[in-house]
């Protein structure tokens, strides 16, 4: 991602992830649902993460592009990677952070495991220096991941999603 981004030191995101850095390994189960007009698995929310790497067993995932929902296919053997908002951060916008939700299914129940990919919560978020200059200044401002994270959980309980309310 450091080569997208053309930074010099192409080492940079690989040397923010240090001893402290946090993975969480999420397991989603979602039982059969009769009525899958009217419950979702999961709500519309962006991953906190770098990173979030998605293993899922059935249809169900979906992803937001321009207004309209898309169904993740899936592909046997194959991993799901998104981006999260942490490397929206980091890269001043240049990559945006994936919106998705997950939606119910009748005939079957569906099991993901989910690797989100996190940094240190002492880590001040910002994007990297490389990414902002006087055309495009920095479009998110400093936060520590520990004060973004606590602002994620409580945009995610109320459904706003928290990258929008550190945009400057
Ligand atoms: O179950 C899935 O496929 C996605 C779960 C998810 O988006 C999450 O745990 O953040
Ligand atoms: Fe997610």
Redesign the pocket.
């Known amino acids: 991602m450091a080569k997208i981004l053309n930074l010099q030191e192409e080492e940079h995101l690989v040397n923010m992830i240090g001893d402290n850095s946090i993975t969480q390994a999420?397991f989603?189960y979602y039982p059969q649902c009769p009525k899958p007009d009217h419950v979702l698995?999961?709500k519309a929310?962006t991953?906190g993460s770098i990173i979030?790497v998605?293993f899922?067993d059935a249809l169900?995932?979906q992803l937001l592009k321009n207004g309209v929902w898309y169904n993740v296919p899936i592909v046997p053997n194959a991993l799901v990677m998104n981006i999260g908002d942490i490397m929206e951060i980091l890269s001043n916008g240049f990559f945006k952070s994936l919106v998705?939700r997950?939606v119910t299914n009748a005939e079957k129940e569906r099991l993901?495991l989910?690797l989100v990919y996190s940094l240190d919560l002492e880590t001040e978020l910002e994007p990297v220096s490389e990414m902002v200059d006087d055309k495009r200044p920095a479009r998110y401002m400093k936060i520590k991941l520990n004060d973004y994270m606590e602002k994620y959980h409580d945009t995610y309980a109320t459904g706003t999603l928290a990258i929008e309310g550190v945009k400057i």
């Open positions: 999420i989603n698995g999961l929310h991953d979030t998605n899922a169900g995932l998705h997950v993901s989910v």
